[in-house]
């Protein structure tokens, strides 16, 4: 079946610092795939999402690429804020599943420091 | 503004009691979904549905019960056979095809 593997944290930087999340799939199909956050006591939102391969998801500073050889889909940010901290999940959704359910990773708990 | 509402935020029960989660949605989505959050485990799907008066089991439905009798509304009951109830429960809508989900705030639920 499917499943998304992320990279265990807590993950804690210094503000301005580079970030890297790192996230694999295992998929049947040709999956969509997406980074979700979420802030304290909140639920998860949407932070960025890339449909197919070598597509790149963009916002508000991060990025990731959809990179179908290496079946992965990296978390960058350039340069982190205190305002970064939260968990972000990695997920898949895959189409030839038929219901368009999501996978998620188990999360990555980032902590930034001023 | 649409979105989706989850109440109460914070939900305390005696072991052994039925409780039910509150999920009201404003988007006109058919589908949502109820997740369930421990630490260090990720998010687990419950339950499901698509669309009105239909919905699936998820992965670790044993002990939940849900009903879709409206678009709007999803509500999850947490029965007295769920052995380890107390987590954070989170309710998903979602549009047509591929489209992300969106989710309510949750609701932290104790039971003692």
């Known amino acids: 079946g499917d499943s998304v593997t992320q990279m265990e944290g807590p993950v804690t930087l210094s503000e301005e610092a580079f970030l890297t999340i790192n996230c694999t799939y295992t998929?049947?199909?040709?999956?969509?795939l997406f980074w979700y956050v979420q802030y304290p006591g909140e639920g998860l939102q949407l932070l960025l999402k890339?449909?197919?391969?070598?597509d790149k998801g963009s916002n508000k500073g991060f990025e990731a690429t959809y990179r179908k050889e290496t079946t992965s889909f990296h978390l960058e940010k350039g340069s982190v804020q205190v305002s970064d901290s939260a968990v972000y999940f990695c997920?898949?959704?895959?189409?030839?599943?038929?219901?368009?359910?999501?996978?998620f990773g188990k999360g990555t708990k980032l902590s930034v420091i001023p | 503004d649409g979105g989706i509402t989850q109440s109460p935020k914070y939900l305390f029960r005696k072991e052994g009691q039925n409780v039910t989660l509150s999920c009201e949605q404003n988007?006109?989505?058919?589908?949502m979904y109820w997740y369930r959050q421990d630490p260090g485990q990720g998010l687990r799907l419950i339950y499901y549905?698509?669309?009105?008066?239909?919905?699936q089991k998820g992965d670790i439905a044993e002990g939940y019960s849900v009903s879709r009798e409206k678009k709007e509304s999803f509500p999850l009951t947490v029965t007295s056979a769920q052995k380890n109830p107390t987590a954070f429960y989170l309710c998903?809508?979602?549009?047509?095809?591929?489209?992300?989900?969106?989710f309510g705030n949750g609701t932290r639920l104790t039971v003692t």
């Open positions: 998903a809508s979602r549009g047509q095809g591929d489209s992300p989900l969106h």
């Open positions: 998929a049947t199909g040709y999956p969509s």
């Open positions: 890339a449909t197919k391969a070598d």
């Open positions: 997920a898949l959704s895959d189409q030839e599943a038929g219901s368009y359910q999501l996978t």
């Open positions: 988007l006109n989505h058919d589908a």
């Open positions: 549905s698509q669309i009105v008066n239909d919905f």
